[in-house]
């Protein structure tokens, strides 16, 4: 790929993303009152980051098992209301563990 066809796929990208994020704000000017609507725009960044996530999960470990007990480890504690970094660390224990077992 040429330098000048990066930098014009890149100023397309730019662009995109731009309009993406500035045309809500251009379009809505009060307060957004619905409570529907609200509670769906609230939830998006959750959906969108579990979407990305799940998937790598069950393809970052050598076997699906070890990645679903990993996965159910981190419910568990986080419905439990544990911080972040311990989730994080015990899951990676918890898939650890598993390798080594299966």
Not at 1 to 23: D, V
Not at 41 to 58: E, N, Q, S
């Amino acid at each position: 790929m040429s330098i000048r066809t990066y930098f014009i796929y890149l100023i397309i990208m730019a662009g995109t993303t731009y309009i993406i994020r500035a045309l809500p704000f251009a379009a809505v000017k009060k307060k957004i009152e619905n409570r529907f609507i609200r509670s769906f725009l609230y939830y998006i960044p959750f959906a969108v980051l579990t979407a990305m996530t799940i998937p790598d999960i069950f393809t970052a470990t050598a076997s699906v098992i070890s990645a679903a007990f990993g996965l159910a480890v981190a419910i568990l504690l986080a419905l439990r209301g544990k911080s972040l970094t311990t989730v994080a660390i015990v899951a990676c224990c918890a898939v650890y563990i598993a390798e080594l077992f299966l």
